[in-house]
């Protein structure tokens, strides 16, 4: 059944608008990237610099979001900003990188890690055909049992959200405070590491698109915005709420980890395992098992934070005649769009037995980067474009902040081409050989039947 968008029933409330994003955000990054930090750059003085500068970074992306979602509160996130400020082609575009790169590609990742997590945590380490399938297989099961809750309505999603997010910042919150309560933790572990002169420029470079790909998610609240309760004030609130709330996590996990782990002991070999070791060593190896169940749990919250936001872009692709119209459509009952959910559920399992983890985040860095600076900038066009536009929330200190945001990420794409040059031309031509299917589909569909 299709129903119009200003009749979409207004579901989500600020909690779960919140719960989103700090979900979307916490996820493999900052599990992921500290130990590799650890081993590149040897100095916690630059480690902590990067990750307050990206957190800045996400703030300022979250208040240029603010404006567009209060001002343009429809379900599609930045779909519904490209469309109004450049027209059908970019936003074309960038739902067809969003249902692969966007959240199909990263619904799989993040169900793969949470199988990961689970089978270590009962012995079953990766090692083995075997093993694989059964991470696989657990994988592709996490993904249908969290699916299946989001096609009843927005107060099972709203429940499964809230529910998974709690318990996900109560593991981490929990574990960074024993720590340095009743654990070994110490505060005197972090000096003696390099001095930020002793850092290449290079290097520090390259880990700085690791924290920016940590931070990722900041924008998860406006995909809702067609179904979120007074819209002009919670999605604001929420986007600001939220990336607060993840940065200051982000800073105390990693002085957790700096403060549990000697830089001498970790290298690129065992960086994956920074996590695991900071826990074992001021909490014990019981508890480090349990930290892995654990661990693996809360990624359920992230893989439902993707299974709720990114079928409202196929959604709204749907209705402006961008994508097949079956995703356009409402259940009867939930008011959800149960479709577009399965298609991107159907894709993440085919991506998971398909798709090698490890250059996947190469192949989207450039894309997801270039879609960013573009719908940053919408900021400046529709001020120019529609300065009449109602704007419940005005970005603080612009222009500045908006062309903040853009210059640092250009920065990150030119480098991901200089780092990365295959991936990176990969998916800059996934991007690119959207253009002929836009016009074939445009042309199909106005072809008389």
């Excluded at 990206?54 to 979250?62: E, K, M, P, T, Y």
């Excluded at 059964?134 to 429940?159: E, Y």
Aim: glycine share 10%.
């Amino acid at each position: 059944m299709d129903v119009p968008e200003e009749q979409m029933h207004r579901g989500f409330g600020p909690a779960t608008t919140t719960f989103v994003v700090i979900a979307s955000m916490v996820g493999t990054g900052i599990l992921v990237s500290p130990g590799y930090m650890m081993a590149s750059l040897g100095s916690h003085t630059v480690i902590f610099g990067l990750w307050i500068f990206g957190g800045l970074l996400a703030l300022c992306g979250a208040l240029c979001v603010a404006e567009l979602a209060a001002a343009l509160p429809r379900a599609g996130g930045e779909y519904v900003y490209l469309r109004e400020a450049y027209g059908p082609m970019p936003a074309f575009l960038s739902g067809w990188t969003s249902f692969f790169l966007g959240f199909s590609a990263p619904l799989a990742v993040t169900a793969h890690v949470a199988a990961n997590y689970l089978l270590q945590a009962f012995g079953m380490v990766a090692g083995g055909s075997d093993v694989s399938l059964s991470t696989q297989l657990l994988a592709a099961a996490i993904i249908i049992l969290v699916t299946a809750p989001n096609l009843l309505g927005h107060r099972q999603s709203a429940w499964v959200q809230n529910l998974t997010t709690v318990v996900k910042l109560g593991v981490f919150v929990a574990a960074v405070a024993a720590g340095f309560i009743r654990g070994g933790a110490t505060l005197q572990q972090i000096s003696g590491s390099r001095s930020p002169a002793q850092v290449e420029l290079g290097v520090a470079a390259s880990q700085l698109f690791y924290v920016m790909f940590a931070y990722s998610g900041w924008n998860a609240a406006s995909y809702l915005a067609g179904e979120v309760k007074k819209p002009a004030t919670t999605l604001p609130r929420s986007l600001l709420l939220g990336t607060a709330v993840v940065t200051a996590l982000y800073l105390a996990m990693t002085l957790f980890f700096a403060a549990s782990v000697p830089l001498a002991e970790v290298g690129v070999e065992n960086a994956e395992q920074v996590p695991r070791m900071a826990v074992e060593r001021s909490l014990g190896p019981r508890v480090a098992g349990a930290f892995s169940a654990a661990v693996g749990l809360t990624f359920l919250a992230t893989v439902n934070a993707f299974v709720v936001t990114g079928p409202r872009v196929y959604l709204a692709m749907a209705r402006d005649g961008l994508f097949p119209s079956i995703a356009g459509r409402l259940s009867r009952r939930g008011q959800v769009p149960v479709n577009a959910t399965l298609a991107q559920s159907g894709c993440a399992i085919v991506i998971l037995f398909l798709t090698a983890f490890q250059s996947l985040y190469q192949y989207a860095a450039v894309g997801l980067s270039l879609f960013a600076l573009l719908f940053i900038g919408a900021v400046y066009v529709l001020r120019f474009r529609r300065p009449e536009m109602p704007r419940p929330f005005r970005v603080p200190g612009y222009p500045v902040v908006p062309a903040f945001f853009m210059l640092a990420t250009l920065f990150t794409a030119v480098f991901a081409f200089k780092q990365w040059p295959m991936p990176s031309l990969l998916s800059l031509g996934s991007i690119l050989a959207g253009v002929p299917v836009y016009y074939l589909w445009r042309r199909l569909r106005s072809a008389p039947t």
